[in-house]
């Protein structure tokens, strides 16, 4: 376990292999151990340094930390990921996130252009109603509140959301909720819920990749059309098997998909654009 000490508190992450850097962010109610397995297949390609961090107000980030509602917004976590980036030296690197970490991804992206060499997307929302409504409610203080209060109403609406995930995906949500607080339970995805990169997206020039399970019920796989049109250089790749978790419903069609985003050349990248 490793930390860094940042503006708004302690910051969580783990990290390994060795090689050029690459940076994974978690989504909502969730935590770097989403990527606990690709992260160990990309570092046994002896290629790659790979970091995972815990956003505030989650994981192992989630004590600590200001409780200001400014501390749990995108642009915040953006600003989180470019403090780490700092600390440890890391001038430019690829991004990758998974769910609201996608969304914080492409938003670096955006604000520090020359900070991030490539940024991948995994069932992440460009556009923040795509989100299922359950969780667009939950953005909502006072019905947040309530579900916290009475936790037997979170898990009813987990088990309603996740009837169809595998065991492994409905453990790691259950056991990542425990560890979230409620500030940033309802104000971060209170902020997603707001977003909208739509119209921020076509100034975006480097390699972009999205990643859609086609039977996610959590974030619309339409998002996927949204990063297609938008972005210049961009790779979508739909995984027909998988809901919103495709590293671990589908994670050899996964790591290939990721690890050749990897290894093309911004050249290759250009020319295989769709319509290019």
Partial sequence: MSSIVTEQGILHYESIGRGEPVILLHGWINS???????????????????????FWGFGDSATGVRTSSASFRIDSYVEMVNQFMQVLGIQQTPIFGHSMGGTVALQMALTYPHSVSKVAVVGSPVVGTSLNPFLQLAGYGSIAKLIWRYPIILHSLMRILLARDSKKVRSMIFRDVQRTTIESFFRSIGDLRDTDLREDLVHLNIPTLGIYGTKDNIVSPSNAHLLNKNTHLNQVALMAHSRHFPMIDEPEAFMQTLDTFLQNSHEEELVSKPGG
């Fill in 32 to 54: 770097w151990d989403v990527w606990r397995e690709p992260m160990i297949a990309l570092a046994k390609t002896g290629c790659y340094r790979v970091y995972a961090l815990d």
